[in-house]
């Protein structure tokens, strides 16, 4: 199994739906990350969280939510999805300190 | 954080070793140099880090100037299947502040030739 499991990993929606897309880690970090990227660009950060009561907002957070449900879990959320959230999200995970991130298969997200 | 500087493509021949270069001429002192990979739209995945001493695991060495300012990731034995995005990415110290965060820019294409 998958360290960082994302679900589900294709989606198609539509605009005004909410969706949700889960992260889980078996890794055991206490730190957890959403990440967008789209076509041709490098990953931008919308959530991280340091532990279970700690959400802090990245970059562009504006249009998500997240939840911390248990420090194995962290998950995304699109209260209304609309067409330029069409993108790739991956989570990932990393200890306190300077080790490097685990990432996800990714969540391909389609709104029409 | 610092800014880096990468090609935006490479081409290396299999079996040969690929040598990215990153240009990170504003890293701070309690900055490490970060490599990542991400091979066609599959999560990123994490390469090697240093702060100043070169580094080596199993699967690159890092090389890092004296005065920080720029880094080579070293593939020594290329094949096809690292032909990838390499991202190289400076990542501050202080996990108590906003520089702790990684912050992908484009990265370099590498495309390792049969």
């Known amino acids: 199994d998958a360290d960082v499991t994302q679900t589900p990993r294709n989606r198609i929606t539509k605009t005004g739906k909410r969706i949700m897309l889960e992260c889980s880690q078996t890794k055991g970090h206490d730190r957890m990350y959403w990440y967008r990227q789209d076509p041709g660009l490098g990953l931008r950060l919308i959530y991280y969280s340091f532990d279970v009561k700690d959400i802090n907002k990245g970059e562009i957070s504006d249009g998500y939510s997240v939840s911390r449900q248990a420090q194995a879990k962290f998950s995304l959320s699109l209260e209304s999805a609309i067409p330029n959230q069409t993108a790739l999200y991956f989570c990932a995970t990393s200890l306190a300190g300077m080790d490097g991130y685990t990432f996800g298969s990714g969540t391909r997200l389609t709104v029409v | 954080d610092a800014k880096t500087t990468q090609p935006t493509s490479m081409d290396c021949a299999e079996g040969r070793a690929a040598n990215l270069p990153c240009n990170h001429s504003t890293i701070s002192g309690n900055e490490y140099v970060y490599w990542y990979r991400q091979i066609h739209s599959q999560g990123p995945q994490y390469i090697i880090h240093g702060l100043k001493n070169n580094e080596t695991n199993e699967m690159a060495s890092l090389i890092i100037t004296e005065d920080r300012k720029s880094s080579t990731l070293i593939l020594p034995h290329a094949t096809l299947r690292d032909t990838a995005v390499y991202y190289c990415?400076?990542?501050?110290?202080?996990?108590?502040?906003?520089?702790?965060?990684?912050?992908f820019g484009k990265g370099t294409l590498l495309t390792v030739n049969p």
């Open positions: 990415i400076v990542r501050g110290l202080n996990s108590g502040g906003s520089n702790y965060k990684l912050t």
